[in-house]
Nanobody, 122 residues
């Protein structure tokens, strides 16, 4: 059983920052590659960022490069997404995901959290 729980979402003004957290209650967090995805109303779920199980490799959606940073703390079974310089187009439900293989596609991941809402006002 792997359970992922996101937190840290909320309402923020454009240009502001938020840090999302994803805590795992499962026993094998350190063996998983982790990803962040987001989904806005009426749109497909899209890749945002990913990090390898040791944390040495990361990938980002082009539009968030330089603004978002993914990191993980395996001792705490937690992955983070630091979001700076937020824009209204970043508004979406953000999901964390886990799999034994790193990827940038929704279908690459088998385990998903419930999501946390991020709303950026202009």
């Amino acid at each position: 059983q792997v359970q992922l729980v996101e937190s840290g979402g909320g309402l923020v003004q454009a240009g502001g920052s938020l840090r999302l957290s994803c805590a795992s209650s499962g026993p094998t967090f350190g063996w998983f590659n982790m990803g962040w995805f987001r989904q806005a109303p009426g749109k497909e779920r899209e890749f945002v960022a990913a990090i390898s199980w040791k944390g040495g490799t990361t990938y980002y959606l082009d539009s968030v490069k330089g603004r978002f940073t993914i990191s993980r703390d395996n001792a705490k079974n937690t992955v983070y997404l630091q979001m700076n310089m937020l824009k209204p187009e970043d508004t979406a439900v953000y999901y964390c995901a886990a799999d034994s293989k790193i990827g940038t596609k929704v279908d690459d991941y088998d385990y998903w959290g419930q999501g946390t809402q991020v709303t950026v006002s202009s």
